[in-house]
């Protein structure tokens, strides 16, 4: 009985559309570049996932805290602001502690400021509803973001190196499929997970 | 001035914004369902790069100078929308035809990455502010390009290919740009 009471709660909505339904990368297609350009090793796209996931909770958060105070007008500008003071700290944290992973990601950890799901999540979600929600909101659509992040990364490390976080994975006669880890690999990649997962969740885009 | 060239030419092409560095990719899928408006969101992305790239070269710089550069990040985008909210105003008030083509376009690019990464990749790859003007040209034009082609092929598309149901809309779009990207891939080594 309980459990059939669960899936009407407002917890549980936002879990299935953070992690399923509207997963930002799969469904909506937001915050594409960095699910790209970093996702050929897997120990990036965990990097990656991780200071996504820790700038969605802290700027919703905060644009929640003060969403009374911020004059429409010029909310976008505020937003931006918050954005990107928490992205100097994932930069500045990477750099102090993981200085190889930081090198490897270059100025992909400054455009997480630009990534869409982000702002999205300020605009559409934290600016409407109260702090408890906004913080398990950004934590299902960060880690929605970053578990088709690890995905998309398994694959392609194992194709492209044969290694999984760096252990070789594949057998000695293994030739590396180079252009795994180049662009066109994960454009590839990503198009056939975005495939499964509609087949899967029985959600089509309608043909414009 | 062969370097120079080369690093035009690569920019547009080999080290194609779009394509090899996968940057500003939210608005390529969005605005690329029709060839003009492709058109008018790469010419804007060309001005609104440019000009950006040039502003925050000497800020850059002043930055340095101070010892600040932890918050070039901040700077660096709020140089973009000011840039753009003043292109804005100004391409309304003075360029009103030029304003109806693609001044639709120009609040979407604050948040377009390509612009920001340029601005980051002069500082990582220490560009001199001649190489800087080339390359943030050079790819805005790449970046134009790529939203044209991907753009002109989804309209053929729209018309004529039986698309898979799970791919169809921005699924397809991938397979598009990662077949775009492997021929891109061609053009290395065009100019030595």
């Keep these: 009985m309980k459990l059939i009471r669960l899936k009407y709660t407002k917890w549980f909505n936002i879990s299935k559309n953070g992690l399923s339904q509207n997963n930002p990368i799969a469904i909506g297609v937001l915050g594409i570049c960095s699910a790209l350009a970093v996702t050929n090793r897997v120990e990036n796209a965990i990097a990656m996932g991780l200071g996504v996931t820790f700038v969605i909770v802290a700027s919703s958060l905060m644009v929640s805290m003060i969403r009374r105070f911020i004059p429409p007008r010029v909310r976008m500008v505020t937003y931006m602001v918050i954005i990107a003071t928490f992205v100097i700290v994932v930069q500045l944290f990477l750099e102090a502690f993981f200085p190889i992973i930081a090198a490897a990601l270059g100025a992909y950890v400054g455009l997480i400021i630009t990534n869409c799901i982000v702002m999205g999540r300020a605009e559409a979600f934290a600016a409407k509803n109260p702090m408890r929600f906004t913080f398990y909101d950004g934590l299902a659509n960060g880690l929605g973001y970053t578990y088709v992040l690890i995905l998309v990364a398994l694959v392609r490390e194992v194709l492209a190196f044969g290694t999984i976080l760096n252990y070789q994975v594949m057998p000695d006669g293994f030739v590396n499929w180079t252009v795994m880890a180049m662009a066109p690999g994960g454009f590839f990649v990503l198009a056939i997970f975005i495939w499964i997962i509609r087949e899967l969740t029985n959600n089509y885009e309608l043909q414009q | ?192």
């Design chain 2, 1 to 192: 001035m062969t370097d120079l060239y080369r690093l035009f030419v690569e920019s547009i092409l080999s080290q194609n914004i779009a394509l090899m560095f996968i940057l500003g990719m939210c608005p390529l899928i969005a605005v690329s369902t029709s060839v003009k408006n492709a058109k008018g969101m790469g010419i804007a992305v060309i001005f609104v790069v440019s000009i950006t790239a040039m502003i925050n070269y000497p800020i850059y710089l002043l930055l340095r100078a101070t010892g600040t550069t932890n918050i070039q990040l901040l700077v660096f985008i709020a140089t973009i929308a000011a840039t753009v909210q003043f292109l804005e105003m100004f391409i309304d008030k003075f360029f009103p035809a030029l304003y109806n083509a693609f001044g639709l376009f120009l609040p979407l690019i604050t948040v377009n990455c390509a612009i920001l990464a340029v601005s980051l990749f002069f500082v990582n790859r220490t560009y001199t502010f001649v190489e800087t003007t080339t390359f943030a040209v050079g790819s805005g034009i790449g970046w134009a390009l790529a939203i044209i082609l991907v753009a002109g092929l989804r309209e053929k598309m729209a018309k004529t290919s039986d698309v898979p149901k799970g791919l169809a809309g921005k699924g397809i779009v991938f397979i598009v740009l990662g077949i775009l990207s492997l021929a891109f891939i061609g053009f290395t080594g065009l100019v030595s």
